[in-house]
């Protein structure tokens, strides 16, 4: 059945089946475009996709569900209850997170539950308490404002931000400082500043350059808690590509890789090839490949593009999927665990780009939450070790890379945990590091994440999702406006819809334009 409200006669063409790929098709089909997307995989999801051997099942990358109001937000705007699509599970706990001196703490969206672990770094007294509170009222703000002035709105210029209404919001969020020094404010112990602020790897950055309003992420686990959709996360994109196509009539193509992004000698986008040589036109197309892959790689080259190349990126990873013999009830659904050397361990991701001397880690385990995630009697298990993107690739050692990051994990695991011979329990392994992102997804130097989330790439700072050069080309994901992270490309393609409403069909927006991209200048 084709439930397409009204019949436009334009035909889009779709770069990437990803999450902003699936659910801006699924947007536009709704509008009555002729839509057709193209995905070089021979599955769906992009990092949001499933790894699947001897009956274990893995999370490619995501397995962290915040924010939900934004999911079911995409899923009312396709006249959908997501309740009838997702089975959503919430976890007991958030974290265990465990520090480098066996210490560790449990963080849940219980707040008098976390007050008592705080109480045994913190102490006892009122004040603990009141700066708790204090945290949490903040971040709070962070989070109330950051999604209505970045996920919401659309700015046309520069300027949008210093109207008068802004102004006292923009002093709010503490723009000009980080997670990091947010904490200290509220946090006495060491041990507990690190447990408010690694959450910025969420956004691939260090909590010491990551802007103040990120500790929106903090406030939302606290307060909404961390759900996990039953079947993986990668249900979230199946059922968008259902929707699309079942609904709306949106055609999905797999092991169909796009040469090129075809312009004219106007500027103006016309279409795509195809590596197999066919040539698909089209009234516009959009791009939810990497960013600045894109336009380094499937677009004539072009001084922006050259720039956009030299920005900062977030970190890559090293991950481990492990299929273990036996179930571990030690782990719970997600571990962090910290290294003791916090900030050099950062440094070297993000300033010397490679894998730290003493690496922090996070451990999934999503067969603790899901059992079908393993066969009976078994764990499933992802391991994710940050490191720094190839932006010195030549010459790297990447296998000797991922030999060093897997002995340090089973060695903290072993130390921190009680484990003797961690290795005996794996029985399946599968590893992706900085070459599997670039070769798989096409992912600028291997960066999980995109651009980073810094002040002068954020708002009307990043690239735009309407392309400043080429007409008729538009960009949906994680390096575009408003930024990375699951549910802000779900806000990203909802905005996007906004921007072709207003230039393919002529109606009124829903929210203001977004014209403005400082990259190119």
């Given at each position: 059945?084709?439930g397409?409200?009204?019949?436009?006669?334009?035909?889009a063409?779709?770069?990437?089946?990803?999450?902003g790929?699936?659910?801006?098709a699924?947007?536009?089909?709704?509008?009555?475009?002729?839509?057709?997307?193209?995905?070089?995989?021979?599955?769906?999801?992009?990092?949001?996709?499933?790894?699947?051997?001897?009956?274990?099942?893995w999370?490619?990358g995501?397995?962290?569900y915040?924010?939900?109001?934004?999911?079911?937000?995409?899923?009312?705007?396709?006249?959908?209850?997501?309740?009838?699509?997702?089975?959503?599970?919430?976890c007991p706990?958030?974290?265990?997170?465990?520090?480098?001196?066996?210490?560790?703490?449990?963080l849940?969206?219980?707040i008098?539950?976390?007050?008592r672990?705080?109480?045994k770094?913190e102490?006892?007294s009122?004040?603990?308490l009141?700066r708790?509170?204090?945290f949490?009222?903040?971040?709070h703000?962070?989070?109330?404002?950051?999604?209505?002035m970045?996920?919401?709105?659309r700015?046309a210029?520069?300027?949008?931000?210093?109207?008068?209404?802004?102004i006292?919001e923009?002093?709010?969020?503490?723009l000009?400082?980080?997670?990091?020094?947010?904490?200290t404010k509220?946090?006495?112990t060491?041990?507990?500043?690190?447990?408010?602020?690694f959450?910025?790897?969420y956004?691939?950055?260090?909590?010491?350059d990551?802007?103040?309003?990120?500790?929106?992420?903090?406030y939302?686990?606290?307060?909404?808690?961390i759900?996990?959709?039953?079947?993986?996360?990668h249900?979230?994109?199946?059922?968008?590509?259902?929707?699309?196509s079942?609904k709306f009539g949106?055609?999905?193509?797999?092991?169909?890789?796009?040469?090129k992004?075809n312009?004219d000698?106007?500027?103006?986008?016309?279409?795509?090839?195809?590596?197999?040589?066919?040539?698909?036109?089209?009234?516009?197309?959009?791009?939810?490949?990497?960013?600045?892959?894109?336009?380094?790689?499937?677009?004539p080259?072009?001084?922006?593009?050259?720039?956009l190349?030299?920005k900062?990126?977030?970190?890559?990873?090293?991950?481990?999927?492990?299929?273990?013999k036996?179930?571990?009830?030690k782990?719970?659904?997600?571990?962090?665990?910290?290294?003791?050397?916090?900030k050099?361990?950062?440094?070297e991701?993000?300033?010397?780009?490679?894998?730290?001397?003493?690496?922090?880690f996070?451990?999934?385990?999503?067969?603790r939450?899901?059992p079908?995630a393993?066969?009976?009697?078994?764990?499933t298990?992802?391991?994710?070790?940050?490191?720094?993107?190839?932006?010195n690739?030549?010459?790297?050692?990447?296998d000797g890379?991922?030999a060093?990051?897997?002995?340090?994990?089973?060695?903290?695991i072993?130390?921190?945990?009680g484990?003797?011979?961690f290795?005996?329990?794996?029985?399946?392994?599968i590893?992706?590091d900085?070459?599997?992102?670039?070769?798989?997804?096409?992912?600028w130097?291997?960066?999980?994440?995109g651009?980073?989330?810094?002040?002068?790439?954020?708002?009307?700072?990043?690239?735009?999702?309407?392309s400043p050069?080429?007409?008729?080309?538009?960009?949906?994901?994680a390096?575009?406006q408003p930024g990375?992270g699951?549910?802000i490309?779900?806000?990203?393609a909802k905005?996007?819809?906004?921007?072709i409403?207003?230039?393919?069909?002529?109606?009124?927006?829903?929210?203001e334009?977004?014209?403005?991209?400082?990259?190119?200048?």
């Amino acid at each position: 059945m084709n439930g397409n409200s009204s019949s436009s006669g334009k035909r889009a063409i779709v770069i990437g089946a990803g999450v902003g790929g699936s659910a801006v098709a699924a947007r536009l089909g709704k509008l009555g475009f002729d839509v057709t997307v193209y995905e070089k995989n021979d599955f769906s999801g992009g990092r949001c996709s499933l790894i699947r051997q001897n009956g274990h099942r893995w999370d490619q990358g995501p397995s962290l569900y915040l924010m939900p109001k934004l999911f079911e937000e995409t899923f009312a705007d396709l006249g959908e209850d997501i309740n009838d699509h997702l089975e959503l599970l919430k976890c007991p706990i958030n974290y265990r997170v465990y520090f480098h001196d066996g210490k560790l703490i449990e963080l849940s969206s219980d707040i008098q539950a976390v007050y008592r672990q705080l109480e045994k770094f913190e102490g006892s007294s009122e004040d603990t308490l009141m700066r708790f509170l204090d945290f949490l009222k903040e971040s709070h703000v962070h989070y109330e404002h950051s999604v209505q002035m970045a996920l919401k709105t659309r700015f046309a210029s520069i300027w949008d931000l210093f109207k008068l209404k802004y102004i006292p919001e923009l002093f709010r969020m503490h723009l000009y400082s980080t997670v990091y020094k947010r904490a200290t404010k509220y946090f006495k112990t060491e041990h507990m500043i690190k447990a408010f602020t690694f959450q910025s790897m969420y956004m691939g950055m260090s909590p010491y350059d990551s802007p103040g309003p990120y500790s929106l992420l903090q406030y939302t686990e606290i307060a909404e808690g961390i759900w996990y959709p039953k079947g993986g996360f990668h249900r979230v994109v199946d059922k968008l590509i259902e929707i699309a196509s079942n609904k709306f009539g949106v055609k999905f193509n797999y092991s169909a890789p796009v040469r090129k992004i075809n312009v004219d000698g106007n500027k103006k986008v016309t279409g795509i090839t195809l590596e197999s040589g066919e040539v698909v036109d089209a009234d516009f197309v959009v791009c939810n490949a990497d960013l600045v892959f894109a336009y380094n790689n499937l677009l004539p080259p072009t001084s922006y593009g050259t720039k956009l190349g030299s920005k900062d990126h977030t970190s890559s990873s090293i991950s481990f999927y492990w299929g273990l013999k036996e179930k571990l009830p030690k782990f719970t659904v997600h571990n962090v665990f910290l290294a003791q050397n916090y900030k050099a361990s950062f440094d070297e991701i993000f300033k010397g780009h490679t894998l730290p001397t003493q690496a922090s880690f996070y451990v999934n385990v999503p067969s603790r939450i899901d059992p079908d995630a393993a066969p009976p009697g078994k764990d499933t298990m992802v391991i994710l070790v940050p490191t720094g993107c190839m932006t010195n690739e030549k010459g790297a050692d990447f296998d000797g890379l991922v030999a060093r990051a897997r002995a340090q994990v089973i060695e903290t695991i072993e130390k921190q945990m009680g484990f003797e011979s961690f290795e005996s329990y794996i029985e399946t392994e599968i590893v992706n590091d900085p070459r599997t992102w670039k070769e798989k997804f096409n992912l600028w130097n291997g960066s999980i994440l995109g651009l980073t989330h810094s002040i002068p790439q954020v708002l009307c700072f990043r690239p735009s999702l309407k392309s400043p050069v080429f007409d008729n080309l538009y960009f949906v994901g994680a390096s575009t406006q408003p930024g990375t992270g699951v549910p802000i490309v779900l806000c990203g393609a909802k905005l996007l819809e906004d921007q072709i409403v207003q230039d393919k069909l002529g109606k009124t927006k829903q929210t203001e334009k977004f014209s403005f991209d400082f990259i190119g200048i």
